[in-house]
């Protein structure tokens, strides 16, 4: 059972352009919500989180949209840059109880062309 | 102010063999997840140390899996008779308190990339 789905799993976006990654959860408890950059060779690294209590949180190019009552939430990268290509990975956790681990996404392989 | 450091970065085993991944958090961090990514998967979370303490194993497979975290030394994740479907690669991320809820954010080493033959 797969409780977060994260789409598209590859996205080809033109340097300057908006790169929108998208996922949906299952588990109404999940209240915490982080996306990871992943370089090859490399680990994962927090790039933006946000929980349930707003609906957008922006940090430089990156925002989340966040939509509660559909269990939907988005990354947006504004003016995309051919150093943003890495994959992204959508996470969620139940902060309050629950497993300790993120249950993440499968990833998006983001190309960003020059 | 050293990262989270994985070694080996490559292991290479034959069918039947043992593996040992370990996993020197970061200064100051006492809490120690190890994570499984399979290609073209997402992480999934295998288990939570604290120092000499297993807090949640509800990811690690019931059989030929392993982690301990010592009081000394670093966190060892040890597969025994490993076979090929456990190739993948094996993250380990560390923080100074339980749970990554924003406030205590989980910081990822470079991973350890397992094939067996």
């Known amino acids: 059972q797969q409780q977060v789905k994260q789409s598209p799993q590859s996205l080809i976006v033109q340097k300057g352009g908006i790169s929108i990654i998208n996922c949906a959860y299952e588990?109404?408890?999940?209240?915490?919500f982080p996306w990871y950059q992943q370089f090859p060779g490399k680990g994962p690294a927090l790039l933006i989180a946000i929980r349930p209590d707003v609906s957008e949180k922006k940090e430089g190019r990156f925002t989340i949209s966040f939509n509660k009552s559909a269990k939907q939430f988005s990354l947006h990268i504004m003016d995309s840059q051919p150093g943003d290509s890495a994959t992204y990975f959508c996470a969620a956790k139940e902060t309050g109880g629950g497993a300790d681990g993120l249950t993440f996404g499968k990833g998006t392989h983001l190309i960003i062309q020059p | 102010n050293a990262g989270v450091m994985q070694n080996p970065r490559h292991l290479v085993r034959r069918r039947g063999q043992e593996a040992r991944l370990r996993c020197s958090p970061m200064?100051?961090?006492?809490?120690v997840y190890w994570y499984r990514q399979l290609p073209e998967e997402g992480l999934k979370f295998m288990v939570y140390l604290q120092k000499e303490n297993i807090i949640d194993e509800s990811g690690m497979p019931k059989e030929r899996f392993s982690a301990e975290f010592p009081k000394e030394g670093p966190s060892i994740l040890r597969i025994q008779q490993v076979v090929r479907g456990d190739s993948a690669a094996y993250f380990c991320?560390?923080?100074?308190?339980?749970?990554?809820?924003?406030?205590?954010?989980?910081?990822f080493g470079a991973g350890s990339r397992l094939t067996v033959l």
């Open positions: 991320a560390s923080s100074r308190y339980r749970g990554d809820n924003g406030a205590n954010v989980l910081t």
């Open positions: 588990n109404t408890a999940f209240d915490y």
């Open positions: 200064k100051g961090h006492s809490h």
